[in-house]
């Protein structure tokens, strides 16, 4: 069975900065790319961020590019995500996920993804 577990939410003001963690174990598990979605009160869960190990790419969404950056380990099954310049409008439930299955195209939507966290809050105060 595989297991996802993120941390490192909390509350920030305006401005401000956090790092994200994530590790996915299990006994035979191996991804193709890990992500970030967040989901706010009222919203439908969106993109943030994924790492693409094949290619050791990483892409963003808009709302997010310039301020946030994933990084991550592949033989560790871990990824990270340092917030900067935390905006109120980027309050939510971030949701690392992870993929075992390989795309030609991109891994923004979130039916690509095999396993999920539980989620870990994100409030940023103004």
């Known amino acids: 069975q595989v297991q996802v577990v993120e941390s490192g939410g909390g509350l920030v003001q305006a401005g401000g900065s956090l790092r994200l963690s994530c590790a996915a174990s299990g006994r035979t598990f191996s991804s193709t790319a890990m992500g970030w979605f967040r989901q706010a009160p009222g919203k439908e869960r969106e993109f943030v961020a994924t790492?693409?190990?094949?290619?050791?790419?990483?892409t963003y969404a808009d709302s997010v590019k310039g301020r946030f950056t994933i990084s991550g380990d592949k033989s560790q099954n871990t990824v990270y995500l340092q917030m900067n310049s935390l905006q109120p409008e980027d309050t939510a439930v971030y949701y690392c996920a992870a993929s075992t299955r390989s795309y030609y195209g991109n891994y923004y939507d979130a039916n690509k993804y095999d396993y999920w966290g539980q989620g870990t809050q994100v409030t940023v105060s103004s």
């Open positions: 790492r693409r190990w094949s290619s050791s790419t990483s």
